[in-house]
């Protein structure tokens, strides 16, 4: 969600060197960014150890100016430690202390989208700033690009249409369930013959396992096979990706291909597929949006509620052409 400021922070400062930090999970989106110089690769989980190494790596360096798009306990401590001439960040409670410049989260009416929230920070540094740039990534690498065509040749799908179906999830109240999805399988099989794969991280295996012996054949798996750029790679070949919001959906925003994407304690304003031809799949509650700590009623029926007839419908909507027939 932040790429579009890194494009729009390049073609602001053409001859800058732009370093980004980011955690271990996400270094395959970020490493070899047009947009940038050089990331530094901070874990997920460091030690305190670890974590004052980083800190003083991170203080050698003395930037111009220092952007904080996260906003998080550790992205403030970060932003407090490093040396900077300028800190620009989120106007939060106990930390906006720590920057030069300070932006709202939150517009008081209505809502911004993550999209929308990062570029205020850009906009902040120069006003000068044009229109939002669209999401991007790093190219996948040539070895990367043919693991997706072993893979796809494997399937027989090089030349034949398919979708992606992410199983996975940020987290339970998000997680549509195996049910859920093994009916989608069902029911779409009966409308269209075009093969399905999935993917998921290593968590999402057993789910998988459920899929692949109860689900409709053929059906194909890529579940914690590949990494994210080998999953753009893939989406980018794909007629369709069906999934929850989440990583792999933004990740499918940065191509061509359609999306159906279903929404339960997130909102689109905040978090729909950024400038993406998306068919958004979502019930009505007043609960919604939530902080996802805990379901006032205990049944995540925000996310539960959407039926696989639903996001059928929405499928049919998005390839009216049935491209597996």
């Not at 955690?23 to 490493?31: G, I, S």
């Not at 900077?84 to 989208?113: C, M, N, S, T």
């Not at 779409?188 to 295996?205: C, M």
Request: aromatic content about 8%; glycine content about 6%; some cysteine.
């Amino acid at each position: 969600m932040t790429t579009p400021s890194l494009t729009a922070l390049r073609q602001l400062y053409p001859d800058a060197h732009i370093t980004y930090v980011v955690e271990t999970p996400y270094r395959d989106l970020l490493e070899d960014h047009p947009a940038l110089n050089d990331v530094f690769i901070l874990p997920r989980k460091p030690g305190n150890r670890e974590f004052l190494a980083y800190i003083r790596r991170l203080r050698r360096q003395r930037y111009d100016v220092l952007i904080d798009f996260h906003g998080g306990p550790r992205a403030y401590l970060l932003s407090l430690m490093a040396k900077a001439r300028l800190k620009i960040g989120y106007r939060i409670k106990y930390r906006r202390f720590v920057y030069d410049i300070r932006v709202p989260r939150e517009p008081e009416q209505g809502h911004w989208h993550s999209v929308e929230n990062h570029f205020q920070l850009v906009k902040a540094l120069d006003e000068t700033v044009g229109s939002i740039p669209p999401l991007s990534l790093s190219p996948a690498k040539n070895n990367e690009k043919e693991n997706i065509n072993k893979h796809l040749s494997q399937f027989h799908l090089q030349t034949r249409p398919f979708f992606v179906l992410h199983i996975g999830a940020g987290n339970r109240f998000r997680d549509w369930g195996e049910n859920n999805l093994n009916l989608l399988l069902k029911n779409l099989s009966r409308v269209t013959n075009t093969p399905v794969v999935l993917i998921g991280g290593p968590e999402d295996l057993e789910k998988e396992q459920g899929l692949l012996e109860s689900g409709p054949k053929p059906l194909y798996s890529l579940v914690a096979k590949i990494n994210l750029r080998e999953a753009q790679a893939l989406i980018a070949r794909a007629a369709l990706f069906i999934g929850p919001d989440s990583g792999p959906m933004h990740i499918a925003a940065t191509t061509a291909t359609p999306i159906v994407a279903l929404f339960g304690p997130t909102l689109p304003a905040n978090f729909a597929p950024w400038k993406a031809k998306a068919a958004i799949v979502e019930k009505e509650f007043d609960c919604r949006p939530c902080p996802q700590r805990e379901c006032l009623h205990q049944d995540f029926r925000c996310l539960q509620s959407i039926s696989p007839d639903d996001v059928i419908q929405a499928i049919q909507q998005s390839v009216p052409n049935n491209p597996g027939h």
